[in-house]
């Protein structure tokens, strides 16, 4: 029989951890939550908001290492690796669509596996700015995004023991699938346009009086 002594240790640290697993989770859902919306306010051109939202992101990550620095095994919970994710993803959207250009891993400021799971994730984000980019008859910026997103891929594809990394190689697939999409998405478009300037060319040219 184990003695009341221990039991009442026992309690009390699984109620001390349960307590701090509750905090986790809902720091964690405050970072992906502000994170989201960050990424909603980049894509509606709102970079002000958007800044908000991604120093909302990093305070309530700060408030995470904190929680996670005493409970040492929370560390790995479900959704503690999604927000670091979600933080890095709209970092990497912030800076590209300010700044474009790419963010380090030390200037996100995440771990290597955080980094490299947005980056993955940004791929996603960067056809959204592609396809904007089409609709609003900006094929440079278009090519420029696809390019990113084409590079991205090929450097991730060219590290080695990325299989240690729970879910990299799915959204590898996942990645792929999306650059492929694109790059028909950009071709079709640059055709279509090359197309409509040889039709004004022409009708120029037959309109001309003799």
């Known amino acids: 029989m184990l003695r009341k002594a221990d039991i009442k ?13 509750d905090g986790v989770f809902e720091v964690s859902r405050m970072a992906i939550r502000s994170a989201g919306r960050a990424i909603v306010e980049l894509h509606r051109g ?38 670091y994710q979600e933080y890095a ?33 940004f791929i996603g984000e960067l056809r959204r700015m592609c396809l904007n980019h089409l609709r609003a008859g900006q094929v440079s910026k278009a090519e420029y ?19 240690i990394i729970p879910n990299f190689r ?18 079709t478009d640059v055709r279509r346009l090359s197309l409509e300037n040889a039709l004004r060319d022409f009708e120029k040219k037959i309109n001309i009086p003799p």
Do not use: C, P, W
Request: net charge negative; hydrophobic share 40%; no cysteine.
């Open 145 to 163: 995004s696809l390019e990113a997103m084409e590079g991205i891929y090929e450097d991730l594809y060219s590290i080695d023991h990325t299989a």
């Open 89 to 121: 993803e709209a970092k990497l959207l912030y800076y590209m669509m300010k700044e474009e250009r790419i963010l380090s891993i030390d200037e996100v400021g995440v771990e290597t596996e955080s980094y490299l799971l947005g980056l993955l994730d």
């Open 170 to 187: 799915h959204k590898m697939d996942i990645a792929r699938k999306i650059i492929e999409t694109t790059r028909g998405d950009v071709v």
């Open 9 to 21: 240790v026992i309690q009390k640290n699984l109620a001390e951890l349960d307590a701090a697993r």
């Open 46 to 83: 709102d970079f002000a908001k958007a800044s908000e939202q991604i120093a909302s992101a990093e305070a309530a990550l700060r408030d995470l290492e904190k929680t996670v620095r005493k409970r040492e095994e929370l560390k790995y919970m479900g959704n503690v690796g999604v927000a």
